[in-house]
């Protein structure tokens, strides 16, 4: 990509914080890390492979697409697919060795037509119960009886049951308590129908980090891997974030007493104040919300001025600053340092809204565990090569050789387009009574 606003996501804080996080564990309790939408924002293929060279025995996301994606990238860790499938889809998850969520009786009912009766494979399943979230998952004893005969069946196997706290990262525990309480009686009801369950799980990040006695058999591991955590509450480990936000500033104006920027004329200077104009707006998921936020240049802080445009922002300047000068937007420079957890602190959110939201037009670059790089050199070199390469190309253009390279490039995409194909090739599976030939 051709912009200088990136997302620098350092792979080896990824693989630590996972380590790190297992090691504070119990023994034997096992690790699934959740890396849904996108990894959080970090890349979901390269989160998944960072996670398992840290430790990880499971992953889990949000829906079958990305389950997909990360079966077509080659990770081949077990994954739970945390938000029901639809029912017509059951042929997608026997297939690609998914494991599926699972809260009421009417989802084997609807999904029965779909699965043919010479599919031997064991569908795996969890078990979602509601308590307190409010979410999904099942709530009465009477709901769990439904269940329970088609958990039985020779076809599935249920490779979990668990649930999910909703004030785990409160300093006040009495609602947390009450959860894992209701839990527990649910627990209890799985024991005395006789459905074997291979792992009870009900913490995620913050309640894992806080309160390893609630870690049962297995604990989920989102947020947390890539840093983000209540760092006032937790004192076992010590996690390092794994992405710094960072872009330059593209235009230096200086601007008079009493002039006007943004749309609407929404900052009025008040005395003569040098603006920078940085490359990055709501369309790449920097929310208009986080006017006023600050960002760094030359080691100071800045206020974001004015309202935030679609593709671009400007920031008021201590002073006159170099056009083309770093700005960080999260990250350290520096003596000062701006956090996820900061600017979420500013919009009364959370850090993963701000890291999700990031939209693809943000290049991701990843530094490699193998040869370590000082961010700030791959930041500039990356700059370089990119004018080098304008440089080159500018020649090619003068010796007639773009349109072979036109060409080749066009068959690049063309076969990235049949490899995405080949995962919905499948598209039999969506009828009922699809073949699984193939399957153990």
Known sequence: ????????????????????????L?????????????????????????????????????????????????????????????????????????????????????MAPY??????????????????????GLRTREEWEALVPWLKAEDVEVAGFYTHFATAGQAD????????????????????????????????????????GLAMDMVRIGAAMFGFYPEKLVRSVSLRPAMKLRSTLLQVKLLRKGECIGYDNSYIAKGDEWIGTVPIGYADGWSQSLRGSEMLVEGKRVPVVGKICMDQLMVKLPGHCEQGAEVVLIGRQGDEVITFAELAGFLGSVPQEIS????????????RLEEPEREDAKFENRIYRRNESGKAFA???????????????KGRREQKAWQRGRLWRTAGARQPGASCAGLP
């Open 173 to 212: 525990t009495s609602f947390l308590e009450r959860q894992y309480r209701t839990f527990l009686e649910m627990k209890a009801w799985v024991k005395s129908s006789g459905v074997e369950v291979s792992h009870y799980h009900c913490a995620g990040s913050a309640a894992a980090l806080r309160f390893p």
């Open 356 to 367: 999700t939201s990031l939209t693809g037009r943000v290049e991701r670059i990843y530094t």
């Open 395 to 409: 020649g090619e253009c003068a010796a007639g050789g773009v349109s072979a390279r036109r060409g080749a490039a």
């Open 115 to 136: 699965r043919p009766s010479s599919c031997l494979a064991k569908l795996q399943v969890h078990v979602k119960a509601d308590t307190g979230l409010g979410r999904i």
């Open 1 to 24: 990509m051709y912009r200088d606003t990136v997302a620098q996501v350092d792979l080896s804080a990824i693989r630590d914080n996972i380590g790190d996080i297992k090691a504070s």
């Open 26 to 110: 119990p023994a034997g309790v096992k690790l699934m890390a959740v890396v849904k939408a996108g990894g959080y924002g970090h890349g979901s293929a390269e989160s998944a492979a960072m996670a398992e060279r840290g430790g990880a025995d499971m992953l889990a996301v949000a829906y079958l697409d990305e389950a997909l994606e990360l079966r077509a990238k080659g990770i081949a860790l077990p994954i739970l697919i945390l938000t029901p499938i639809h029912p017509a889809e059951v042929m997608f998850a026997l297939e690609h060795d998914l494991m599926v969520t699972v809260t009421e009786a009417e989802w084997f009912r609807r």
